[in-house]
Every structure is written in C-alpha cells, then in structure tokens.
C-alpha cells in the first residue's frame, strides 16, 4: 500500500527541516546536471519518465488507493535523481489488489457481483449464488464451490393432506419428507394422509376428533312396508347399526313383511276337506279359497265321492261293467242253467250284478269247470319237467295231471343233476363221467407204519383200505404196499421193505397182502425216510412207476416223523413239490398225503405244500371212516 496523505505531509515536513540545517549537495560534479537537493522526499514518475516531487504530481490523489504509492528521491550509481518506490496504476488483474487504484479490487473479475472471484475460490462468477461462503441448496449446482453438488442437504417436511389436519402422536397421520435427488426436490414420501373416518378407536381423518363418523343411515335396502332405516353409531370401536326394521318373511297379516311393496303376496298353504286335500290363498290377511275337493252323495263310479273312505259303498259293481261269469250259467233263450263254458254278466242300474247268461264255449281249463261243454271236468295232463334237457342223457320229461283245478306234482321227470362216476350222463350236457377222471391210470402207493404202536390201527386200516379199493376191480390202476421199517424175518435192518411183488399189482394180489399185514417191533420208524425215497426220480424203493400213470403215495403212522439218516423236512419238501416219475408234468408236485396223529402235522406241512387237506388224523381206528377218508383222497378216480 502507498503512504497516505498524512504520512507524506510528514516525511516533506522532515526533508524540508533537513534542508534548512545541511548544505545542498549535487547528486554528482557534472556541470551539465543542475544540481538539485530533494533526496529523501516523496516523488513520482511521469509516463515520459521524468522524477516529479510528489506534491507536483499530476494524480497526486490517486496514489492514495489500492496499490498506487510515491517513492523516494535517491540518487543512483550514475549521480542521476531517481524516484525509488514509485507504484504507478496497471490494469485490473484478478489478484485480490487494487491494480488500477480505482478504489475496487478485482471489480473486472466479479461479473456476478457477489464480493467473490474466479481467483478467491468463486467456482461459478456467473451466478451472485455460487461463492465459496455460499449456502448449499437443492438446485443441481455446487453452491459452495466445494467441488460437490448439493451434499448434506437435510430433507424437508412436507405434507399433502388438509392443512388442518393434526399430525401429532394422537392421529395416525404423519407428515413425510422431501429428498434432494439430482437438484429437484423429491415428491413427499412416507407421509401418512387422512383416511376416510371408521369406528375404530382412531381419529382416522386427523380432524382431531375420535370416531365421528358422518351420518350414514343402514338396515334394509329400502324403508318400504314394515321395514325403517337405522343409522350407524360407533360405540367403543365397534360400529353398530340402531333403530333400523328388516324384512321378515311374508306372512299373512294384511302387512308387507317382505319390504317389497306387496302385501301378502303370493302366500299359499295346504287346505283340506274330507275329500283330500288343496290349496288356500292369503287376501288381505286371510286365508281365503281353498281349492280342495268337497263331499257329494256317493254313487256307483269306483270314486269315494263322499269322501268317507268308502268307494262304492252299497255298490256291488259300477254301473254298465260286464264282467266274465261261471258257476251257474244262464241259457239267454230259455233261462235255464247250462252249467259249462263262459257267460256274462252286466252291472245294473242299481250296482248290483244281474244274471250270467251263456257266451261261449273255451278251451278247456284246469280250474275244475267244464270250460269246452263236452261233458268233462279237467281230466287232461301235461308235459312237466326241464324241457330244455329232455332227452338228453339221464334227463326226462314228466306228466302232470289237472284235477279239480289242480295239477298234480310231475311225475317221471328227471332233471340235470351233478356227475358222478356211474358211466352216465348225470348232468345230462352228452359227455358222460366228463371232468371226473383227471387221471385215467394211477399208481397208488400206501407206505405203513407197521411198528408195534400201530398195532391198534393195523387191522382197521387193512380193512378200511381192503374196503375201498375193491371197487377197482378189473380197472388199469395199480397199487403197491410199503411197510416199514423192514419187518423180521423179511429185512428188519431195512428203512422200508416192498412187499408187494412184483412192485405195482392190481387189486385182487393188493389185498391180498394187505391183509397178511402186522405190526411188531418198536424203536424208530423213518417216515422221513420212506417219503422222500418214493418220491425220488432214481425211484430206490423199486415201485417201477408207469410212465403213463400218475403217482399217488399215502403214508401212514401214529408218530411224528423220523429219519435214520441226516434229513430233514426242507429236504423231503424238495423231492414231493417236483414230481418227475410216471405221467407228472413239468412243475407237478406228487399227491401225497399223510395219516398221522394231529399233533404231528407241523411235521408234514412243508412236505405237503402246506395243502392241510393232505393231512389226516389217524384218530380213531375205524374201518368205515378210512373207507371214507379214502374215497375223499381219491373223489376224482372215476372206475
């Protein structure tokens, strides 16, 4: 800055009392130079260059403002006065001084005028609201020239609802916020506007006031007949509906019940006389017209026209009916009985059945009357029985008699009956025995306990067997007997001993040694044993199985089963399951059974397939009942 007024009246004050007390010198000797005695006083320098004392200077004023400033006279290397210090005005640069000493700082480079320039940090001296003090706002610029746009600015309150409304904490309602986002103020969010008022306990619309509901009239749709509206009321938050009258359904009373603007309409209801029933209407509160028939005198039509649950009561007939008559029939002509065919009779004027005069002559009937007039009451037979059969095999038709209106029972018919093995026609379909005989050829094998606690069964099973198998005498099966264990003097060391011989024989030589039979011996009996060796395919026992005769074996014994050897019943299952001797098929299993004591089946059940018709109880020893155990074994062998 230069000196101000004051201090330059002060440093001439100075030189001039310096001037008075020392001698004037030249700056130099040269004579050319005037000599001159300012050194040390303020000065100035003109735009040719020429030192002026300030007090003569042309813009003396000027020197006082901005960086403009007078120097000192000083004398340089060459003895030439110079002006030292001198700060003459420049243009205007932007450097926070006065260059031009106009009095304004920088006034070139504050286009927006608002104190501040591109050189102290203005970022934008275009707009009077952008400077380095300025405050930040929402319009998309860096207000305050610190390189960010629009940061930290706070959200604003704002609300969109009834200015009216109260938003404190006894309302719902809350106002939201506005955003700054990209220079523009956000809509109002999360703001909570007045709802429509509801009884809840709430001051829903934010008016201050709790569950004013406005008036709003409920009930029936429309106020018409008996019906009136309510209005709604809201009573501790529950909203309630007061005063109002609904519909009813209609009834008969003179009054719209239904609220539709109709009264008693279309109100019906049964009604009754003692004819029946009907139906009544209801007309300005009463029923009215019922439409059920009424009592009229009864007469002869087949109606209870008195409606007294009589028809026809007196009535033998309904007027002009003609009916078929017999019993004493009326010659028309002469009015004497005739006492055969078919007459009429007809209902006269009174109800009543007049005479049964003669019509014709029928068919005769059995209905004990002499229906054709030839003299003769029934007396004629019929066919009777399954016509559908007759002839057929053993089936015949029978003859049934008509007497006194009856047929006898049919006699001589035969009908179909099941087929049994009696070489005819039982069922009477033209096969004979059909279906009986799945096996035209069998070998059958009875392998006995003959130990001696079979001794009580011994000679009934001989008999029982004898028994039944006489019947196949002069047939192509064939039977072996197997004893076991072998019996002295024969093989006693044996599991089993064939004593039929040869192997397969037929019935007489069977029962012949059947009954030379004993029983003897004790200890243990292989039944296991004897199972499982007839019914293998190396046939060990030497049955000779026929190959076009299907096997049977039937073991029998008062123990449970035994082996001499390592078997077991899993092993004797594998050989009677998979027959492959005599006529068998592939997957066939052997008819084998076995007569034992009850307590012994589980012994036997895998070796029978568990199939526990093939397991007999020994118990008792009866003749017959073997007789018939047997025929049961062997019901499908038709002789």
Request: aromatic letters at 8%; hydrophobic letters at 30%.
């Amino acid at each position: 800055m230069g000196l101000s007024f004051s201090q330059i009246k002060l440093v001439i004050f100075i030189i001039a009392v310096a001037t008075i007390f020392t001698s004037c010198k030249a700056c130099n000797s040269d004579p050319s130079i005037t000599k001159i005695c300012f050194q040390g006083r303020p000065c100035g320098v003109t735009n040719d260059g020429t030192v002026v004392l300030a007090d003569q200077f042309k813009d003396y004023k000027l020197y006082n403002t901005g960086v403009c400033t007078f120097g000192i006279i000083q004398c340089d290397d060459a003895g030439k006065e110079v002006c030292v210090g001198f700060v003459s005005p420049s243009d205007e640069v932007c450097d926070g001084q006065d260059n031009d000493c106009n009095g304004e700082i920088d006034e070139l480079f504050d286009s927006d005028g608002d104190g501040y320039t591109t050189c102290n940090n203005d970022c934008d001296d275009r707009r009077v609201g952008v400077n380095p003090v300025a405050e930040e706002v929402c319009d998309g610029i860096d207000n305050d020239c610190n390189g960010q746009i629009d940061e930290a600015i706070a959200p604003l309150s704002c609300w969109n609802g009834d200015p009216n409304a109260v938003t404190d904490e006894t309302t719902p309602c809350e106002k939201g916020q506005q955003f700054c986002i990209n220079g523009q103020w956000s809509p109002c969010h999360n703001q909570a506007l007045p709802q429509t008022e509801t009884c809840n306990m709430i001051d829903d619309d934010c008016d201050g006031i709790l569950d004013n509901l406005p008036y709003t009239h409920c009930g029936p749709s429309r106020a018409v007949g008996i019906c009136e509206y309510g209005k709604v009321i809201c009573d501790g938050g529950e909203s309630k509906c007061v005063d109002a009258i609904y519909p009813n359904a209609e009834v008969c009373n003179g009054a719209d019940d239904d609220c539709d603007g109709a009264v008693d309409e279309g109100l019906i209801r049964r009604c009754s006389s003692a004819c029946g029933g009907g139906v009544e209407e209801c007309n300005a509160g009463q029923w009215v017209s019922c439409d059920a028939v009424q009592p009229e005198p009864e007469i002869c039509d087949t109606l209870d026209n008195d409606c007294d649950g009589m028809v026809d009561e007196g009535c033998s007939c309904v007027i002009g009916d003609v009916r078929v008559c017999t019993g004493t029939i009326l010659d028309p002509v002469t009015n004497q009985p005739v006492n055969c065919g078919v007459g009429i009779e007809m209902c006269d004027q009174y109800g009543a059945w007049g005479p049964c005069y003669f019509y014709n002559t029928t068919p005769e009937m059995c209905n004990n009357w002499d229906d054709d007039c030839d003299g003769q009451v029934d007396g004629m037979t019929q066919a009777c029985g399954n016509q559908a059969t007759a002839g057929i095999g053993e089936c015949r038709v029978g003859t049934s008699t008509c007497t006194a209106g009856q047929w006898t029972m049919c006699d001589g018919a035969v009908s179909p009956q099941t087929e049994i093995c009696d070489h005819l026609d039982n069922d009477c379909d033209g096969d004979i025995d059909e279906d009986l005989n799945p096996h035209n050829k069998v070998d059958m094998v009875f392998a006995i306990d003959t130990s001696g606690s079979m001794c009580p069964f011994i000679t009934a099973l001989a008999q029982g067997i004898n028994q039944y198998v006489a019947q196949f005498q002069n047939t192509e099966h064939r039977f072996a007997l197997v004893a076991y264990p072998g019996e002295y003097p024969h093989n006693s060391n044996a599991p089993y001993e064939l004593r039929t011989n040869p192997s397969l024989v037929d019935v007489g030589t069977f029962r012949a040694t059947l009954l030379s039979m004993g029983c003897t011996g004790g200890g243990s009996e292989p039944s296991w044993d004897v199972m499982y060796a007839l019914a293998s395919p190396s046939d060990p026992v030497g049955i000779g199985w026929r190959a076009d005769a299907y096997p049977y074996i039937i073991l029998i014994t008062d123990e449970g089963a035994q082996t001499w050897s390592t078997l077991n019943e899993a092993a004797v299952q594998a050989q009677t399951i998979n027959c492959q001797v005599g006529d068998c098929s592939p997957g066939d299993m052997y008819e084998a059974y076995v007569i034992t004591n009850q307590s012994y089946y589980q012994m036997w059940n895998d070796v029978v397939n568990n199939e526990m018709d093939r397991l007999i109880n020994i118990y008792p020893p009866d003749p017959t009942r073997y007789t018939d155990l047997l025929r049961n074994i062997f019901q499908n062998i038709c002789i």
